[in-house]
């Protein structure tokens, strides 16, 4: 990540402008460093650990990630941050930006799930919202495992 | 700490800066949200 993502021009602007960031390097043996290893529990590195402000874990991403896997990462995590202080509105316009913009991304697919969720939420759990949402889900990437978890509430079935 | 910080020097100063920032962030609902790097050298 040092050597080619970090340096990326666009990865650099978002981390500065919408994250906090720190790096820890796991054989630091000062008590400090030692104590927030503990606590995350990396089990591998690179680990990326996506924190709100009040330092509850929203997401996770293991191994090397090239600039636009990181790109889309932030931005998916910067959604969940939105949903989860009811940010809803903020939310479904990142996670579908962060689709539009990264189409190829790995993660491309839970972007578009999240879109969905978020627009319910924001629609007052508006069902038939969540199922044009989703439905976009489905035509974009029909062999996605996002898509096979939203099927499970399609046609009879209300989400919760 | 603003963008990437390079090496593994200065990292208690770091994890102090994190536990303050975490402190400072309950006081404020829009404070940015952490990125936390797992790393090592070699």
Redesign the interface.
């Known amino acids: ?2 050597a080619v993502t ?1 340096p990326d021009d666009r990865v ?1 602007a978002l ?2 402008t ?11 043996r ?4 030692r ?3 503990r606590m ?1 529990r ?1 089990l591998w ?11 509850a874990e ?1 997401r996770r991403a293991v191994g090397y990630l090239p600039p636009e896997q990181l790109l889309l990462e ?1 931005e998916i ?2 959604g969940l ?1 939105d949903l989860l ?1 009811a940010r809803n509105g903020e939310a479904r316009a990142r996670f579908s930006e962060a689709a539009d913009s990264y189409p190829q991304g790995h993660a491309a697919p839970e972007a578009l799930f999240w879109a969905g969720i978020a627009a319910y939420r924001k629609a007052g759990r508006d069902r038939a919202v969540l199922a044009r949402e989703w439905s976009e889900l489905r035509k974009r990437y029909p062999e996605s495992g996002w898509w096979k978890r939203a099927d499970v509430f399609a046609d009879d079935k209300s989400p919760s | ?6 090496g ?1 020097r200065e ?2 100063m ?6 303050d ?2 402190a400072l ?2 006081e ?14 070699g």
């Open positions: 990540l040092g970090y650099g981390l500065a919408s994250f906090r960031l720190v790096r820890l390097d796991i054989a630091q000062e008590p400090d460093t104590e927030l290893i995350a990396p590195t690179p680990t990326l650990l996506f924190l709100d402000p009040h330092g929203v932030a995590a910067l941050v202080h | 700490v603003r963008g990437p910080t390079l593994s990292e208690t770091v994890a102090l800066y994190w536990y920032r975490l962030a309950r404020d609902e829009r404070a940015l949200p952490f990125l936390v790097d797992f790393f090592a050298e």
